[in-house]
């Protein structure tokens, strides 16, 4: 069972659009993190969010992890093909075990 | 953030047999972690591995199936046994980071079985 329910499944945008990606849980997390994963590659971390309400920016990327941190988004903006990818949201628990959602399968079409 | 290798990068094998996998890692961590990954869908933990205790499993996931190694704060190893094609996936080690909750990944073992 994942905590964590992360939408849309898939998205396929041209270059140039925006982009939002959903991770929605009813449990808490101490943190949480987002992934991008590229074919034959493992998953890389993008950014750790770990205060409620908090926002980060890496470049044309945003997250926001939500007030009571039970869900977080990720925003891109103008997207380009080096961004297409899996993302993938992880959430913390007590133990040090992360907790994915079940990714988000993102085409940025030239 | 450490840098994570892993041995092989994929394999072909029959059915019935038993295949390790290889993870070494640039720094001594504490906490490594294993997970399993269908093609283009999410991860599944198998097992936490800390050096010098036994490998804690996940629901679903055996000793007698999937044993692990942890010899040192380096290097640990995970072996699939007596193997059939439902085995055939991804294969992923990580390392616990400095941020509680931050893993890093290796790049994965590419598992096939026919």
């Known amino acids: 069972t994942q905590l964590l329910e992360q939408s849309p499944q898939f998205l396929s945008i041209q270059e140039g659009e925006n982009l939002t990606v959903y991770c929605n849980s009813s449990?808490?997390?101490?943190?949480l993190q987002w992934y991008r994963q590229e074919p034959g590659e493992g998953p890389v971390l993008l950014v750790t969010?770990?205060?409620?309400?908090e926002v980060k920016k890496l470049k044309r990327l945003t997250f926001q992890f939500g007030d009571a941190r039970k869900d977080s988004s990720l925003h891109i903006t103008a997207a380009q093909p080096g961004d297409t990818g899996l993302y993938l949201c992880?959430?913390?628990?007590?133990?040090?075990?992360?907790?994915f959602g079940a990714g988000t399968t993102v085409t940025v079409r030239a | 953030s450490a840098v994570i290798s892993q041995k092989p990068s994929r394999d072909i094998c029959q059915r019935g047999t038993s295949l390790t996998i290889q993870c070494q890692v640039d720094?001594?961590?504490?906490?490594m972690f294993w997970y399993r990954q269908q093609p283009g869908q999410s991860l599944t933990l198998i097992a936490t591995?800390?050096?010098?205790?036994?490998?804690?499993?996940e629901s679903g996931f055996v000793i007698d199936k999937f044993p692990i190694s942890r010899p040192n704060l380096t290097f640990s190893t995970l072996t699939v046994s007596n193997m059939s094609p439902e085995d055939s996936s991804i294969y992923l080690c990580?390392?616990?980071?400095?941020?509680?909750?931050?893993?890093?990944f290796g790049p994965g073992t590419r598992l096939t079985v026919t």
């Open positions: 449990s808490v997390f101490s943190s």
């Open positions: 969010v770990v205060t409620g309400g």
């Open positions: 990580s390392v616990q980071g400095d941020t509680r909750g931050e893993q890093y």
């Open positions: 720094s001594q961590v504490t906490m």
């Open positions: 591995a800390n050096q010098g205790s036994e490998a804690t499993y």
């Open positions: 992880a959430g913390a628990l007590v133990d040090y075990k992360l907790s």
